[in-house]
T-cell receptor, first 113, second 111 residues
Framework: DTAVSQTPKYLVTQMGNDKSIKCEQN?????MYWYKQDSKKFLKIMFS???????INETVPNRFSPKSPDKAHLNLHINSLELGDSAVYFC????????????FGQGTRLTVV | EDKVVQSPLSLVVHEGDTVTLNCSYE??????LLWYKQEKKAPTFLFML????IEKKSGRLSSILDKKELSSILNITATQTGDSAIYLC???????????FGKGTKLTVNP
């Protein structure tokens, strides 16, 4: 069973489109995250949710909106996609907000053309 | 400014060599330091070091935290081609509780 799963794994779309990436974890964790990894492999946090509540919101354009319907899911919606949004987006979860390691999903490679 | 700095950025060695990867950090309220290995896809967790656990070992991999020097090293002995990956260091800072990642060290182990 996959602990943290993201869909889709690959996403190719045109500039200006709106797209969503879904994430689900079956680990019973309370905290979930979205990270962006750029072409230079630099991982940077975007958002963090704890028990469906937004905890961290880094300096991310308003076009990015996370949604957490329950603590096992954290989806990422992106409006008006731009070329610079091309990256690999990783979802992750951890046991609790303050502790322990984060477990990562397999990533979603987004390519905006 | 970068809060977590890894060095070297890339490293090429031969099988059997021993390597040491470095991570230095600058955060106001340190909670823990984590090492991850990233091959083709998701980063996978290796170690977590805290004030109460400054040294960890698992097989050929070991890691030490130096809280005085605000740094950590990851050692890999008798390297194998399967060790080729990007090794990421991350620091969790108190307050924001964010995991802040370094830019990684790309390790290539040649046969």
């Amino acid at each position: 069973d996959t602990a943290v799963s993201q869909t889709p794994k690959y996403l190719v779309t045109q500039m200006g489109n709106d797209k969503s990436i879904k994430c689900e974890q079956n680990l019973g964790h309370d905290t979930m995250y979205w990270y962006k990894q750029d072409s230079k492999k630099f991982l940077k946090i975007m958002f963090s949710y704890n028990n469906k509540e937004l905890i961290i919101n880094e300096t991310v354009p308003n076009r990015f909106s996370p949604k957490s319907p329950d603590k096992a899911h954290l989806n990422l919606h992106i409006n008006s996609l731009e070329l610079g949004d091309s990256a690999v987006y990783f979802c992750a979860s951890s046991q609790e907000y303050r502790a322990a390691e984060a477990f990562f999903g397999q990533g979603t490679r987004l390519t905006v053309v | 400014e970068d809060k977590v700095v890894q060095s070297p950025l890339s490293l090429v060695v031969h099988e059997g060599d021993t390597v040491t990867l470095n991570c230095s950090y600058e955060v106001t309220n340190f909670r823990s330091l984590l090492w991850y290995k990233q091959e083709k896809k998701a980063p996978t967790f290796l170690f977590m070091l805290t004030s109460s656990g400054i040294e960890k070992k698992s097989g050929r991999l070991s890691s030490i935290l130096d809280k005085k020097e605000l740094s950590s090293i990851l050692n890999i002995t008798a390297t194998q081609t399967g060790d080729s990956a990007i090794y990421l260091c991350a620091v969790r800072e108190g307050g924001s509780e964010k995991l802040v990642f370094g830019k990684g060290t790309k390790l290539t182990v040649n046969p």
